[in-house]
């Protein structure tokens, strides 16, 4: 992915946005791509957000960060994706009073189904996705169905700060650090549906639900927990997640780049393969290995009396908005 130089060229949209301003400085700084890829940032925003975002470019050049090689500002998604072999697709239309469901989907539809084919038309061959910018898989979805000549599992959409809420409340919950925590597993739509899954999860080796001692507290403490922690978020703060939302993306790309810990998996929302009985093409959460750039969802998990209704009903839910955005035209069935 790197130039002969070592720079990578990272587009972020909604680049004047909450979560884009938690996110920026942290590229810059080289958290998400490590501290020998200098970075070219190309900032995408509707133009009544470019002056905006002209004072978020003038603080990270006051940064001075060492790795930062440039930046560009656009409002044209086919300069903004030109050369990028990282994307990161925030901006989103928020759903806002009076709005329908399938207004949002329209709305979103427009959006991702013209960012796809930038991406497709100026992108990078090596171009690795992130949709962030809700509703996540369903955005991916369509950008995906309108990139034909970009492999389907380049597209990927956030459910890493589902996976990172899991592990907080699990550390919370037994006392555990939370590097301790593995094997946490998201799987389904990254909305109030998501299925977060212990059962494999491990505390410093030993299985997470033999030291949680409270069989109850998973079902009606964890689950709901971490399934309503964004509406929480909303509630408390009166905008949605931003800096933790910024963090888990950069975790997200950072470990697709660099690789999952041995041992452990992250969870993602990919293109399923079939895997699990999620319909082929359906952008589902999953948990994932990564290595060598690439990721792989973890096979052959047993999926527990819990876990296959919940995971059935996400994955329903998902599959009813893929029907949506392709009845509205904005793809097209496999
Ligand atoms: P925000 O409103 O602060 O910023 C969004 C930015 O996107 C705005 O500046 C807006 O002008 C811009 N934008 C809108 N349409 C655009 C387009 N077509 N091209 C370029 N830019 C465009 O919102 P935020 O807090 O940064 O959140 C962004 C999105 O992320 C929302 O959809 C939110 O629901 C979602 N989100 C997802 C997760 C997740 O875990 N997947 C977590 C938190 C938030
Ligand atoms: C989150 O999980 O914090 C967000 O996706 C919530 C939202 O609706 O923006």
Redo the contacts with the bound molecule.
Sequence with gaps: MSTPAGTVTVTV????????YGMLFRIASGAMLGPDTRVRLRL???P??VASLEGVAMELEDGAFPLLDSIDISDD?WIGFAGASIALL?????RTAGMERSDLLAANGA?FTE?GAAINASAADDVKVLV???P?NTNAFIAMSNAPDVPAERFT???R??HNRAIAQLAEKTGAPAPAIARVAIWGN?SATQYPDIAHATIAGRPALDLIGDPAWLTEQFVPTVQQR?TAIIQARG????AS?AS?AIDHIHDWVHGTRDGDWVSMAVPSDGSYGVPEGLISSFPVTCANGEYTIVPDLTIDELARPRIDASVAELEQERDAVIDLGFAKRA
């Design positions: 949209t909604g680049a004047a946005g909450q979560i884009a995408l925003e509707v009544a957000a998604p925030v901006g989103a239309r928020p959006i960012q962030i910018g809700n996540a959409a956030m459910t700060l589902d990254h964004g905008a949605s997640s931003a939302a888990a």
